[in-house]
């Protein structure tokens, strides 16, 4: 840690208050250049704290940049997870207003419900496999507080790594009874494809993805409690959304998850 607390809780409501707003602000490590990883953990951490002060529930936990095409989109170059709220979530076919967000972008992802605790370090994907209740198509809206969606890892860890909204689908499966790696989505943006990818993207298996996450909880001491819902990071480019614009992301095997913005 390079940051005292007051800076750090400073830091958090200066990113919620630009969520919450929907204003873009710089990235933070422009006025902190040597603020590290822990820094950025326990600003998510405070932001996520101030949320649940106020009342609002935990939904879920979810990975991002787990994927080539958006390590490559994003310049970065390590997976990193952040959590999910319960006013973040959106019911398939529901809407979501332009108007409370910055310039929201959405991504097609396979989603994961536990039905035991996962604890790290040391956590695989037999054991994610085997503490799976179902995973469920999904799509996440993501929503950086940065200006122009630029940041570096340490900002985007900060800003809770863009979460905004979020949908999951009705049709749950037993991942037993897929193959997560070959399982192809399309995603379609006003009827037309903008972008296509299968589950191998995600770190060879969206299952990696969520023992990923696992270890990366266990590093502080954390796990994954039984129930979680867990979103396993986009296997595509994310691609940006405007006010009219209906996204449809059809998932082999698991149907399919829309969202209208409005
Ligand atoms: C960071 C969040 C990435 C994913 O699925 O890879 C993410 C961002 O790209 O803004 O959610
Ligand atoms: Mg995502």
Known sequence: MTLDEKTVNELAAHLEQAELKAQDVVKITDAHPDMDFDDAYAIQYAIRKAKLARGQKLAGLKMGLTSHAKMTQMGVETPIYGFLMDYMARGDGEEIRVDELIHPKVEPEIAFVTKADLHGPGCHIGDVLAATDFV????????????????????VIADNTS??????????????????????????????????????????????????????????GEHIPSGTFIMTGAGTEA????????????????????????
């Open 163 to 220: 979460s905004s909204r979020f949908v999951a689908g009705g049709q749950a499966r037993d991942p037993g009874e897929l193959d997560l790696r070959t399982l192809g989505v399309v995603l379609e943006k006003n009827g037309e494809v903008v972008a296509t990818g299968a589950g191998a993207a995600v770190l060879g298996h969206p299952a990696n993805s969520v023992a990923m996450l696992a270890n990366m909880l266990g590093a502080r």
């Open 239 to 262: 691609v940006a959304v405007a006010k009219g614009d209906t996204v449809t992301a059809r998932f082999q095997d698991l149907g399919s998850v829309s969202v209208r913005f409005v």
């Open 136 to 155: 469920v198509p999904a799509m996440e809206v993501i929503d950086s507080r940065y200006r122009d969606f630029k940041f570096d890892l340490k900002s």
